[in-house]
Every structure is written in C-alpha cells, then in structure tokens.
C-alpha cells in the first residue's frame, strides 16, 4: 500500500472485542497504519468517532502518537502475567497519563429520519482520540473478567490479541473466517495426505 492511501476495509479488522485491542491488530501482517488515509479509515472503523466525522485534520504527525500507544498497550497486555519489568511500568504510566486527556464529547443530535444519531462537536483532536483509546486500555487492564478473557490467536504466525466472549470461552483464533479457516484448510489437506499415504 502506498504511503498515505486509504486502507481497503478488508485490510482493518475489527474483530478484537475492544477499541485498544482492534488498534493492537493493526501491526498484522504488516505495519497498516502506514499513512493518514488507513490511520483516518482505522479511526472512523472502530468507533472512536462516528460515521462522517471530518478527519481531513489528522496529517501524518498524527500517526506517531497512534503507533506509541499501540506498542504501549501490547506491552500491558501481553505482560499482564508477567513479573513487572522497567518497560512495563513505563508502558503503564504513558497510558495512565494519555488515559487522563479529555476523550472527544458526543451529542445527540436529530438525524435525517428524527431518530437520535451521536454526532462530535467538532473535528477530534489527536490527543483527544489517543485519550479515549488509552482509557479503553485501562479499563480492560482493571477489569479482572475482561482481563482473564483475554486469548492470543492460536493461528500459525498470528500474534494477534482478542476479547474471548464466545460461549464456554473456548475461541482459538482472533478469526475464525481467517486463522480458523486456515488451520482447517490445513487439517483437510494433513487428512489427504495420509489417506493417499
């Protein structure tokens, strides 16, 4: 993808269970936050704003901000068992200080049928975005159910992290479209090869 274009939506997954853990799956397979355009798509995607937000405002000094508080998280979650290491306790004072920013304000406003639609102020500031993902993050860290839910896919190569709500909490995969797909494919053709052996 050329720097600056817009993310295809097939290339942004949503699928995490939370805003800070969908921002985690933006490293796979490759960097995709590679630009305004995907970082513009990956914040209207998750929800962080609502549809026909204006974010022709975030340029590309937006995307260091971003990529920060994603290796931050990834450090909290993926240490949560962890001994508490320097890193850690870095990691976890940047989030509690981005966490303490005012998250963008919604209102509700009449949409064009007369039901109610949440719509911002104004366009979002970077900090003000960055704040309500780190808060997202911190909740999830201080939630002991939402904590022990957390499952990194099962999928060969997929370092992906996901909120596990499935029933019985026995999901493998951050996908089962995806990584589940593929370790199928894969049991499929292991059974063929041993029925023609």
Do not use: K, Q
């Not at 050329?2 to 796979?28: K, M, Q, S, V």
């Not at 939630?143 to 909120?163: F, M, T």
């Amino acid at each position: 993808m050329a720097l600056g274009t817009a993310a295809a939506p097939y290339e942004l997954r949503f699928d995490a269970g939370r805003i800070c853990l969908d921002l985690l799956a933006t490293t796979h397979p490759g960097e995709r936050l590679d630009g305004p355009g995907p970082l513009r798509a990956w914040i209207t995607g998750s929800g962080l704003v609502p549809a026909g937000t204006p974010l022709a405002h975030a340029d590309p000094g937006w995307l260091p901000g971003f990529r920060e508080l994603r290796g931050h998280v990834a450090e909290l979650v993926r240490g949560r068992n962890a001994a508490r290491t320097r890193s850690y306790d870095l990691a976890l004072a940047r989030v509690n200080e981005l966490a303490g920013g005012t998250p963008p304000a919604p209102r509700a406003v009449s949409g064009e049928d007369g039901s109610l639609v949440r719509e911002l102020a104004g366009p979002p500031a970077c900090a003000a975005l960055l704040s309500a993902v780190a808060r997202d993050a911190v909740e999830l860290l201080t939630d002991p159910a939402a904590r022990a839910a957390i499952r990194e896919c099962e999928g060969d190569n997929c370092p992906l992290v996901y909120l596990d709500t499935s029933r019985g909490r026995r999901r493998r995969w951050c996908s089962s479209e995806v990584c589940g797909n593929r370790e199928r494919v894969a049991r499929h053709r292991r059974r063929a090869a041993l029925a023609r052996a």
